[in-house]
Nanobody, 124 residues
Framework: QVQLVESGGGLVQAGGSLRLSCAAS????????MGWFRQAPGKEREFVAAISYHGATTYYADSVKGRFTISRDNVRNTVYLQMNSLKPEDTAVYYC?????????????????WGQGTQVTVSS
């Protein structure tokens, strides 16, 4: 079992940057593939970015490619989402997720563990 706690959300102007963190409990963080998802008001939760257990492989949604970067620190048991050039349409609650697997996962249903989310609001 792993517990995930997101932080780093907030209010930022369009064009600004934020870095989200997701801290994981447990000793086996390095065996988990990790993902970031987001859910805007009135919309379904959607994939943002994912990273493999060793950090060598990453995937991004087309809407954030080139602006967001996912990374992880397996010593600190933390995964990050660096968000640059933020747009109002990036406004959402951002969630991190984890699954013990060697592959990278981009689908919601396949993740086993979820954090509570952190709010990101981008003003125009």
């Amino acid at each position: 079992q792993v517990q995930l706690v997101e932080s780093g959300g907030g209010l930022v102007q369009a064009g600004g940057s934020l870095r989200l963190s997701c801290a994981a409990s447990g000793r086996t963080f390095s065996s988990y593939a990790m993902g970031w998802f987001r859910q805007a008001p009135g919309k379904e939760r959607e994939f943002v970015a994912a990273i493999s257990y060793h950090g060598a492989t990453t995937y991004y949604a087309d809407s954030v490619k080139g602006r967001f970067t996912i990374s992880r620190d397996n010593v600190r048991n933390t995964v990050y989402l660096q968000m640059n050039s933020l747009k109002p349409e990036d406004t959402a609650v951002y969630y991190c997720a984890a699954k013990t697997t060697i592959v990278v996962i981009t689908t919601i249903a396949e993740y086993d563990y979820w954090g509570q989310g952190t709010q990101v609001t981008v003003s125009s």
